[in-house]
């Protein structure tokens, strides 16, 4: 596993405006960045473009793109918006792109389902035209808000409906770590994981932005690592600590702290 294949998540560092991440990211020789629209829009989206570009780094994904919810007679709207977003996503060469469902609402998951799918086969078309793929991200439970897929092995279930190999989805440790058989899981499905985030979960916590690094929770990390890897996943590993911690210690030393433990949990999977 070379280290060009390394991430850090621009959302590990919330208070930083993009070009403070891009300058901290270069001086700590971290290669490539997971990036949210939201703080690509608020900085600036020519502005944001040129300086990655100019910088040299990779971007691992675009993420938040707003794919709350399909339903009619909104699911128009939503797709303009979101072929906007995927316009920026292809500007800057990103990996993928990452939709998430939105929630059930009053409809039956199995419905709810049925309808994410019909919108994907709508976004697919966009995606290939700029060169994209697109992967699906499963939430934890605790956020119905976001998205009621929340296990990876129903989110495989759905790429496999689909059946296109520009859809895939994200591998992301804190989300779905917690299935009895995530190693399985994870050896079916490697070729269609898109993306990879490790965070590790806290041995106590009521909230999704309170992460730790491996090692330091309760999840198998290492084993999901070696799982993956083993697979034959050659993706990036993307940091994605999340957590008012970082606050505390400062980001400069959040960043160092995701730099030691990613090399620690490396040699933890791989021996």
Request: glycine share 4%.
């Given at each position: 596993m070379r280290e060009s294949r390394f991430a850090i998540g621009e959302i590990t560092t919330p208070n930083w405006d993009l070009?403070?991440?891009?300058?901290?990211?270069?001086?700590?020789?971290?290669?490539?960045?997971?990036?949210?629209?939201?703080?690509?829009?608020?900085?600036?989206?020519?502005r944001g473009v040129q300086e990655l570009k100019d910088s040299g780094l990779a971007v691992t994904n675009y993420q938040g793109i707003g794919c709350y919810g399909f339903e009619q007679p909104r699911i128009s709207e939503v797709i303009d918006s979101l072929v906007d977003q995927m316009d920026a996503a292809a500007e800057l060469d990103v990996d993928c792109v990452f939709v998430m469902s939105g929630p059930r609402k009053h409809m039956s998951w199995q419905d709810s389902a049925k309808q994410f799918v019909d919108a994907l086969h709508m976004l697919l078309p966009h995606a290939k035209e700029r060169g994209l793929k697109l992967a699906i991200e499963p939430i934890h439970p605790m956020r119905?808000?976001?998205?009621?897929?929340?296990?990876?092995?129903?989110?495989?279930?759905?790429?496999?409906?689909?059946?296109?190999s520009s859809l895939g989805y994200v591998f992301d440790?804190?989300?779905?770590?917690?299935?009895?058989?995530?190693?399985?899981?994870?050896?079916?499905?490697?070729?269609?994981?898109?993306?990879?985030?490790?965070?590790?979960?806290?041995?106590?916590?009521?909230?999704t932005l309170d992460r730790t690094v491996p090692g330091e929770g309760i999840a198998p990390c290492a084993s999901m690592l070696r799982a993956i890897e083993e697979a034959g996943y050659q993706g990036y590993y993307e940091m994605e600590i999340l957590s008012p911690d970082n606050e505390e210690m400062g980001y400069p030393a959040t960043i160092e702290r995701s730099i030691e433990s990613y090399r620690q949990l490396v040699k933890d999977a791989m021996g």
């Open positions: 070009g403070q991440c891009i300058e901290a990211w270069c001086r700590y020789e971290v290669p490539a960045m997971g990036l949210s629209a939201g703080t690509l829009e608020a900085y600036g989206r020519k119905q808000d976001l998205s009621f897929i929340n296990t990876a092995r129903d989110t495989y279930d759905l790429v496999k409906q689909v059946d296109d440790f804190w989300h779905l770590w917690f299935d009895p058989l995530i190693d399985d899981i994870i050896r079916q499905s490697a070729h269609s994981i898109f993306n990879v985030q490790i965070s590790d979960h806290k041995k106590m916590t009521l909230r």
